[in-house]
């Protein structure tokens, strides 16, 4: 089935504290979305929505054709929202035709391997949404004004990345319902779940971890084999 992929690059970057918005900041030559969008035009989307900060359209439209070469018609930019539900939800409205699977994924997850994408997209049945994810390798402990009141079993946890993948209409009817609750999800799969759907995991990949602060952005460089940028 037809797939097509939102991705979400209409945030601030308050954590970064780069002079732009995250998804315009230089890993080397090439800003963070371009590095997404490089991912993404490597796997095999039938669409592409890229969300953009309001003022930023015209430079996520560039990002998009430097990424899509010739494959340009496939891709789409729209305005974001004040939350990442919103932006994700401004995604889904620009859709068009006829794809069954949707993709969420954050732009700030620069260098996620294509194949993870493809995997997600092969994986997502008409019921279930996908997630790829990560073994917690951290100890961890639960702490409440500082003293710590238990162990968690990491056994049971999962850290979750993305692009993260549904069958379109339910995914659609969980973001209406999910507006006219006036609930903010931590994610997609959150939002899914909560109007009933399944979801499963598959393996994530150490490349797909999220730019959030400096020393993310620093990871990134290094695993590029730039050391200044
Ligand atoms: N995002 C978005 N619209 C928002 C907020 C976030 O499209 N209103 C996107 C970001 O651009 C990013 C992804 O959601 O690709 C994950 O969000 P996060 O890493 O938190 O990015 P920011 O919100 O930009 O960063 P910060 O929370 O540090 O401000
Ligand atoms: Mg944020």
Do not use: C, M, N
């Amino acid at each position: 089935p037809r797939s097509a992929i939102i991705v979400v690059a209409a945030g601030s970057g308050t954590r970064l504290g780069a002079e732009a918005p995250k998804a315009f900041v230089g890993i080397d030559a090439r800003s963070v979305l371009r590095h997404a969008l490089d991912g993404v035009f490597a796997a095999s989307p039938a669409q592409v929505v890229v969300v953009a900060p309001d003022g930023w359209q015209g430079d996520a439209e560039t990002e998009l054709r430097a990424a899509a070469g010739d494959r340009a018609d496939l891709g789409h930019v729209v305005t974001g929202g004040a939350t990442r539900q919103q932006s994700v939800a401004a995604g889904l409205s620009a859709l068009w035709g006829d794809v069954e699977i949707v993709l969420v994924h954050d732009a700030a997850r620069a260098l996620t391997p294509p194949s993870q994408i493809d995997a997600v997209a092969a994986a997502v049945t008409a019921e279930a949404g996908i997630i790829p994810a990560l073994p917690v390798v951290d100890t961890l402990k639960k702490v409440v004004d500082g003293v710590v009141v238990g162990a968690v079993d990491r056994s049971e946890l999962a850290a979750a990345q993305t692009p993260q993948g549904f069958p379109r209409g339910p995914l659609e009817a969980a973001y209406a319902a999910a507006g006219d609750s006036g609930i903010e999800y931590t994610d997609d799969a959150a939002l899914f779940s909560a109007a009933g759907h399944p979801v499963r995991y598959i393996a994530g990949s150490e490349r797909a971890f999220k730019i959030t602060t400096p020393a993310d952005l620093q990871r990134a460089r290094h695993l590029l084999g730039a050391s200044v940028a």
